[in-house]
Each structure stands twice: as C-alpha cells, then as structure tokens.
C-alpha cells in the first residue's frame, strides 16, 4: 500500500509529491507548475502528457481533494517516502528540505509549518548552501588576515627580544668597564647588581615569550579552524557543510584579539654613576669629585643671596638691588648654575635645607625668565621638586608624585646628555629616585629653585664640592 500511496501521490512529470496538483478533464492529474511548463513546450494544442488527449489552457481545474489528502498525510507524518541516501526528518520522515536561517538547522516541510519554526526564515537548501558556503568562504578570508596580523605581532616580539638581549649585554659591558678599577674591592656588588639584571631580564624574556607562545597557539587554532572548514567545502557536501555550519561558524567567531604582555625593561637607574654610588659605601676606599659648579648670581632671582664663592644659594625677604637684565629670573625664586652643558657626562650634589620648598633639574638655555611657567620638559625644564608635608614630585608631561624612602637631604643629579638621560638619587646611599628621558638639543644648565614657607622660613641650597 505503501508504494502505491507514493506512486498515486507524485506529478507524472517531476516524480514529485503535486504542488498545487490540477485535474484535467481525460482524469490525470500534475503539478500546475509543470503542466504549465510543458504546455509552454509545445507550439500547437497541448496534450495530456498520459494519455496525449487535447486540452484547452481553461480547462484546468484544481484539484482540491488530492491537495487535501497531501495536507492530511503531511500532517499525520505519513505520505510519499523519500529517495533512499537522503537525510531526512527523524520527527516526521520527510525529506529535509528547508533550512531554518534562525536555528541554522535542515528541517522538512512539516517543521517548518510546526510551532518550533513556524515565524522563522526557512529556505531552500540550496539557496542557505550557496549562502552558507559563501559566509565561511569569508571567515576563510578574515582568519588569513588575523594569522598575517599575528605573524607581524610574533615579528615584532621577536625584534623586542633581539633589542633587549642588546641593551642587556650593552649594558653588561658598561657596568664592567666601571667596576674595572674596582674589583678587588666590588666583586660582591657587581655580582648583585648583575643578578638584579638577569632577573629583569628573565621576568621580561618570560613575557614576551609567553606572548610568542599565545600567538603561535592562536594561530595554530586559526589554521585548524580553515583546515576543517576548506575540507568541508572542498567536499561539497551540502548537508555536512549546513549541518556543521554553526560550529565552524561559532569556532571561526571564537578567537579573539590576543592580550599581550607589555613588559617594561626599567634599568634606568643601573645607567646611573655607579662607581659613585659604590664609593658613597667604600668612602675609606676611593673617592670621586662631583662637578665642580658654582650658582650664576647673574641669573638670580633679586630675592636669591648667592655666596661662598657661588656654593650658597640663600633666599632673603629683602630684594637686592640687581640691574634687571635679560637673563635674570623675575617671576621665579630661581638661579642657573654658570656652567652650560651641551655633551658628556656630568654629575652634582646638592644640599637641601631641611623642609624647604625646592625644585632641582636642569632647564634649556633659551627659557623666558620673565614668565612664571610651569617647570616642565614641555617649557624647557626638566625637574624634581619638594613642598612642605613631605611631598616630592617630578613635573613631566604632567606633575607625577615620587617617593623617596626617607626626606632627602643630599640631591644627587646625574646628566648623560648623549644618552638624553637625567636621573636623581639621594646622595646619602644613591638610591635611585626619578628618571627622564629626552633627546636633548639645546644647551643645558643645572636649574635650582627655593622659596620660604611656614616649616622653613629662610630656605638655603648649597652646593657640594669635594676635595681630592
């Protein structure tokens, strides 16, 4: 019965369960669509394609009950079966047909009229194939752009490794060269300091490998990801590839941008005067001169006493009677060392009074003395300051809070005007305190600024200079 209910229920044309069946009048029945089709065949009167009996294109007439009947046994899940090799519905043993854009599944024709997708976008599959097929042909395209992204990121890591490793042994080399006079006595500080570097290098070393190694695994992923979904379609298999079109849609969505480490290799302070440092703790050992400056009463604020032979910087409440030149400070309580620098390396200590409000550095030549600017690399100076209650800062692009371990006294102020390095240390124990970095051009004179408040009434700076 089966087989008969298959055979009674498909258009003599298409050998397909009738669409829209119409009934002509010799009793035969077809698709309208395909009668239609071989009517528009044929140039004279059109015959039954069963039984040639002629027939008027306005004698077609619909055939309701056999609609009903295909309505009915759809319904019921029973009807014409499908072709054997074709998937089908489990639910109702229909061929799958459609495919639900919604639920990215096959599903039958009965599914689509169920509740599940009854508002859903179903389509043909060979138009969701086409569409399908096309989609992952442009998540093909986007992985291949992120793996040469993450090749160009895996090169980049590895031109910073080969810096690091340069600057490293850069400045294995400096630090040698500077502990050379005194080795016999800094052997066990040189190895310290050396340890102290190889673990920075380690710690960043780690992190950019590990950087490598999530690139690598992000790519190892991608190319798996493209190797799975050209082989399904390179198969071109239809069902496979919609079938298992959300996974590799969902696993080609899934990887995402990778966050790296971005290690930072700070040593600025091993770039320092080490054999100084040294000496402040080997004091009966060597001993090391700073530059021997002296402050420029010219430059002088009228507020500002400069004297034992330039070493004294003093701030007095009654202004001196100064000539008002061009390069005397008006609008800060501040003083130019009288020595300018514009190459070498140069080193200088400076006592601070005790709760004085001060700002050391360095300040280009060519800054306005007549206008009371912030003391940033931004107008020409690069400086460290302190103000009552114990707050230190440096005045970079913007003012950054710095914290010594103890109040400093000692101001250590170290120039490599080549390296474009100023560094600070508190001269006691040459602790590292703050680092600027900046290509210099201009020539440079050591800046220093006092000024009174309610813990230190009459601030004074002193330069330190030592005998040999």
């Given at each position: 019965?089966?087989?008969?209910?298959?055979?009674?229920?498909?258009?003599?044309?298409?050998?397909?369960?009738?669409?829209?069946?119409?009934?002509?009048?010799?009793?035969?029945?077809?698709?309208?669509?395909?009668?239609?089709?071989h009517m528009d065949s044929v140039e004279e009167t059109a015959t039954c394609p069963c039984c040639r009996d002629g027939f008027a294109e306005d004698s077609l007439?619909?055939?309701?009950?056999?609609?009903?009947?295909?309505?009915?046994?759809?319904?019921?899940?029973?009807?014409?079966s499908m072709e054997p090799g074709y998937p089908h519905c489990a639910k109702h043993k229909r061929e799958l047909e459609l495919f639900c854009q919604d639920d990215k599944q096959l599903i039958c024709y009965?599914?689509?009229?169920?509740?599940?997708?009854?508002?859903?976008?179903?389509?043909?599959?060979?138009?969701?194939?086409?569409?399908?097929?096309?989609?992952?042909?442009?998540?093909?395209?986007?992985?291949?752009?992120?793996?040469?992204?993450?090749?160009?990121?895996?090169?980049?890591?590895?031109?910073?490794?080969?810096?690091?490793?340069?600057?490293?042994?850069?400045?294995?080399?400096?630090?040698?060269?500077?502990?050379?006079?005194?080795?016999?006595?800094?052997?066990?500080?040189?190895?310290?300091?050396?340890?102290?570097?190889?673990?920075?290098?380690?710690?960043?070393?780690?992190?950019?490998?590990?950087?490598?190694?999530?690139?690598?695994?992000?790519?190892?992923?991608?190319?798996?990801?493209?190797?799975?979904?050209?082989?399904?379609?390179?198969?071109?298999?239809?069902?496979?590839?919609?079938?298992?079109?959300?996974?590799?849609?969902?696993?080609?969505?899934?990887?995402?941008?990778?966050?790296?480490?971005?290690?930072?290799?700070?040593?600025?302070?091993?770039?320092?005067?080490?054999?100084?440092?040294?000496?402040?703790?080997?004091?009966?050992?060597?001993?090391?001169?700073?530059?021997?400056?002296?402050?420029?009463?010219?430059?002088?604020?009228?507020?500002?006493?400069?004297?034992?032979?330039?070493?004294?910087?003093?701030?007095?409440?009654?202004?001196?009677?100064?000539?008002?030149?061009?390069?005397?400070?008006?609008?800060?309580?501040?003083?130019?060392?009288?020595?300018?620098?514009?190459?070498?390396?140069?080193?200088?200590?400076?006592?601070?009074?005790?709760?004085?409000?001060?700002?050391?550095?360095?300040?280009?030549?060519?800054?306005?003395?007549?206008?009371?600017?912030?003391?940033?690399?931004?107008?020409?100076?690069?400086?460290?300051?302190?103000?009552?209650?114990?707050?230190?800062?440096?005045?970079?692009?913007?003012?950054?809070?710095?914290?010594?371990?103890?109040?400093?006294?000692?101001?250590?102020?170290?120039?490599?005007?080549?390296?474009?390095?100023?560094?600070?240390?508190?001269?006691?124990?040459?602790?590292?305190?703050?680092?600027?970095?900046?290509?210099?051009?201009?020539?440079?004179?050591?800046?220093?600024?006092?000024?009174?408040?309610?813990?230190?009434?009459?601030?004074?700076?002193?330069?330190?200079?030592?005998?040999?």
């Amino acid at each position: 019965m089966a087989t008969n209910l298959d055979i009674d229920l498909r258009c003599p044309i298409c050998q397909e369960v009738y669409q829209d069946p119409v009934l002509l009048r010799c009793g035969h029945s077809f698709c309208r669509g395909c009668l239609r089709r071989h009517m528009d065949s044929v140039e004279e009167t059109a015959t039954c394609p069963c039984c040639r009996d002629g027939f008027a294109e306005d004698s077609l007439y619909p055939n309701w009950q056999l609609s009903n009947v295909i309505a009915g046994l759809r319904d019921l899940g029973a009807g014409p079966s499908m072709e054997p090799g074709y998937p089908h519905c489990a639910k109702h043993k229909r061929e799958l047909e459609l495919f639900c854009q919604d639920d990215k599944q096959l599903i039958c024709y009965i599914c689509a009229l169920a509740h599940n997708h009854r508002n859903h976008n179903c389509v043909p599959i060979d138009d969701a194939y086409m569409e399908c097929k096309d989609m992952l042909k442009h998540s093909i395209t986007m992985l291949q752009k992120d793996i040469t992204d993450r090749m160009a990121m895996h090169k980049s890591q590895g031109e910073k490794i080969s810096h690091l490793l340069d600057s490293v042994e850069q400045l294995r080399e400096e630090i040698a060269d500077q502990f050379e006079a005194l080795r016999n006595f800094l052997n066990e500080k040189q190895c310290t300091i050396i340890q102290r570097i190889d673990d920075e290098e380690s710690r960043v070393l780690k992190q950019l490998e590990e950087n490598i190694l999530q690139i690598s695994r992000d790519c190892d992923a991608m190319e798996g990801v493209i190797h799975d979904i050209g082989e399904i379609i390179h198969s071109e298999d239809k069902y496979q590839l919609l079938r298992e079109y959300s996974s590799l849609k969902l696993r080609s969505e899934s990887i995402y941008d990778p966050v790296l480490n971005k290690p930072v290799f700070n040593m600025d302070e091993l770039h320092g005067p080490l054999q100084y440092g040294a000496w402040k703790q080997m004091k009966d050992i060597i001993r090391l001169v700073p530059a021997a400056l002296r402050f420029n009463p010219r430059t002088a604020h009228p507020k500002l006493c400069v004297s034992n032979l330039g070493r004294m910087l003093q701030y007095c409440e009654a202004q001196s009677q100064q000539v008002d030149t061009a390069e005397r400070f008006t609008n800060h309580l501040s003083v130019f060392a009288s020595t300018a620098l514009s190459s070498g390396r140069h080193y200088w200590e400076v006592n601070v009074s005790e709760g004085a409000d001060w700002i050391l550095g360095v300040a280009a030549g060519s800054v306005n003395k007549k206008v009371c600017a912030v003391t940033s690399p931004d107008n020409g100076y690069w400086t460290i300051g302190h103000r009552s209650g114990g707050q230190y800062w440096a005045n970079d692009s913007e003012r950054v809070a710095i914290y010594p371990d103890i109040n400093v006294e000692m101001i250590g102020v170290y120039l490599d005007y080549e390296k474009g390095q100023l560094s600070f240390y508190d001269a006691e124990d040459m602790s590292h305190i703050h680092t600027f970095n900046h290509h210099f051009t201009d020539k440079l004179y050591p800046y220093f600024s006092i000024s009174p408040n309610a813990e230190c009434v009459n601030p004074s700076l002193q330069l330190l200079h030592c005998g040999l």
